[in-house]
């Protein structure tokens, strides 16, 4: 049963992740950390997300993540994420990673699929321009078309021509939709991949995470005892607590950084 945060409240749960002996803490980036915008590599942090979870990366015993479907390099550009940061990526729905003093771990791309991608790109480009609005965004292992600055009726035209296309050229790629966003990928790994990774990697007790869309359900319905979901915005989920904004979600970070840096050791 999801129920509202209540900012200004004692809450159990928030309190109990805030005291797991090892905290990760991982955050979608769009609509979550930053607000959506209409131009997709426009997007940043807020402020007040970026102070809260420089909060926590600083604590011991603590792990800050931001886990999307963007491909690793516009994840980096967008989070303004340089070589000395201590927070993990997990871009391209858990296919690509980046760890604090390793850098990039190098995914496999098969060379097939690669040279696919690229054909597709060159058959949806031009197919696009008669789509106002509509803009392609080449990743690592896929493709993802944004629907959000055209009008609606021109955004679901565009994807229908899309899903043409890879019926006809890439029926085993994966699909997903999101918020007025249609993606292929020619990887299977989801944001649930991306948790198991991490939770084995960081040793996490606990885990906090937090999305906004689709693709963030499938990190949400695999979180377990003593773990939190947050779900940012409307829509049917499986988190625990639903917040309204990133705002919130920047205030809901201050308040676990908060109980955490006060616990007993």
């Known amino acids: 049963m999801t129920r509202d945060w209540k900012p200004g409240r004692v809450d159990a749960e928030v309190s109990a992740i805030a005291r797991t002996e090892h905290l990760l803490v991982a955050l979608d980036f769009d609509g979550t950390a930053s607000e959506l915008v209409a131009d997709p590599m426009a997007a940043r ?3 007040a997300v970026r102070r809260a979870l420089a909060d926590l990366a600083a604590l011991p015993e603590t792990t800050v993540a931001f886990v999307s479907g963007r491909s690793l390099v516009h994840l980096r550009e967008i989070a303004e994420h340089d070589d000395d940061s201590p927070v993990v990526l997990a871009g391209s729905h858990g296919a690509q990673y980046w760890y604090p003093g390793q850098g990039e771990a190098q995914a496999q791309e098969d060379d097939p699929e690669r040279m696919l991608r690229d054909t597709l790109i060159e058959e949806l480009e031009p197919l696009l321009t008669a789509y106002p609005g509509v803009e392609l965004e080449s990743k690592t292992f896929g493709i993802g078309i944004h629907g959000r600055p055209a009008r609606p009726e021109v955004e679901q035209a565009a994807f229908a021509a899309v899903d043409q296309v890879f019926a006809r050229r890439a029926q085993h790629w994966r699909r997903r939709t999101g918020d007025r966003i249609l ?27 937090a999305g906004d869309d689709v693709t963030d359900e499938d990190a949400l319905r695999v979180l377990g005892d003593g773990d939190l979901g947050v779900r940012v915005g409307a829509g049917e989920t499986a988190a625990t607590l639903r917040v309204e904004s990133p705002q919130q979600i920047a205030e809901l970070l201050e308040v676990i950084a908060s109980e955490r840096g006060t616990r007993p050791e």
């Open 45 to 47: 942090a807020i402020p």
């Open 183 to 209: 993606e292929y990928s020619s990887r299977d790994e989801g944001k649930d991949t991306a948790i198991a990774v991490l939770r084995e990697r960081t040793g996490a007790t606990g885990i906090l995470f």
